[in-house]
């Protein structure tokens, strides 16, 4: 018969952390920095801009986007966004002639319909791009958003459209 002997039966439940040999520390790819290249302006390329929003975008595809868009993916959008402007900003500027000529009757009050009608072009522009980077953009890695900068020119502020790039994760690495 064999016996085993124990050294101590208080320690037979105790885990010890075992430590390693290598002084390495192991940095999570969560924590590692992505390299995103930096985002594409698209700014205004109208004769007309109402609080910031000019009236149109130039659809010349800038050759950042190679290989991540087709072209023609690309004008259909700026189309999109380009109709909505026709639609919406020829009815803002009227309201901005009225309201600048009735301004000193109204105290300023004759402005407010203008800014509200800019307020809602701008909301169906940016969801114009969610819809667009909903049904195309994030499965090619982009993201577009209308963001407001200021002018390189001036201290003014402009509407922008903004092309991303989003960081992709490994998706076929294990946990």
Same mark, same amino acid.
């Given at each position: 018969?064999?016996? #085993?002997?124990?050294?101590?039966?208080?320690?037979?439940?105790?885990?010890?952390?075992?430590?390693?040999?290598?002084?390495?520390?192991?940095?999570?790819?969560?924590?590692?920095?992505?390299?995103?290249?930096?985002? #594409?302006?698209?700014?205004?390329?109208?004769?007309?801009?109402?609080?910031?929003?000019?009236?149109?975008?130039?659809?010349?595809?800038?050759?950042?986007?190679?290989?991540?868009?087709?072209?023609?993916?690309?004008?259909?959008?700026?189309?999109?966004?380009?109709?909505?402007?026709?639609?919406?900003?020829?009815?803002?500027?009227?309201?901005?002639?009225?309201?600048?000529?009735?301004?000193?009757?109204?105290?300023?009050?004759?402005?407010?319909? #203008?800014?509200?009608?800019?307020?809602?072009?701008?909301?169906?522009?940016?969801?114009?791009?969610?819809?667009?980077?909903?049904?195309?953009?994030?499965?090619?890695?982009?993201?577009?958003?209308?963001?407001?900068?200021?002018?390189?020119?001036?201290?003014?502020?402009?509407?922008?459209?903004?092309?991303?790039?989003?960081?992709?994760?490994?998706?076929?690495?294990?946990?």
């Amino acid at each position: 018969m064999m016996s #085993v002997l124990l050294p101590n039966m208080a320690d037979f439940d105790t885990i010890y952390e075992l430590e390693d040999e290598d002084d390495e520390h192991v940095v999570s790819e969560e924590h590692l920095p992505r390299y995103c290249p930096e985002p #594409v302006i698209m700014r205004g390329a109208g004769h007309i801009t109402v609080f910031g929003l000019s009236n149109r975008f130039d659809t010349e595809f800038p050759s950042v986007l190679t290989g991540k868009v087709a072209p023609e993916e690309f004008k259909t959008s700026i189309g999109r966004v380009n109709a909505c402007l026709k639609k919406n900003l020829p009815v803002n500027v009227k309201w901005l002639l009225c309201g600048c000529l009735c301004c000193c009757c109204t105290v300023g009050c004759s402005l407010w319909p #203008v800014i509200c009608l800019n307020k809602r072009t701008r909301r169906s522009i940016q969801k114009l791009l969610e819809w667009e980077n909903n049904r195309l953009y994030h499965k090619l890695g982009l993201h577009w958003k209308l963001s407001k900068r200021k002018c390189e020119s001036s201290n003014m502020m402009e509407y922008v459209i903004l092309i991303e790039f989003l960081p992709k994760y490994p998706i076929f690495r294990p946990d």
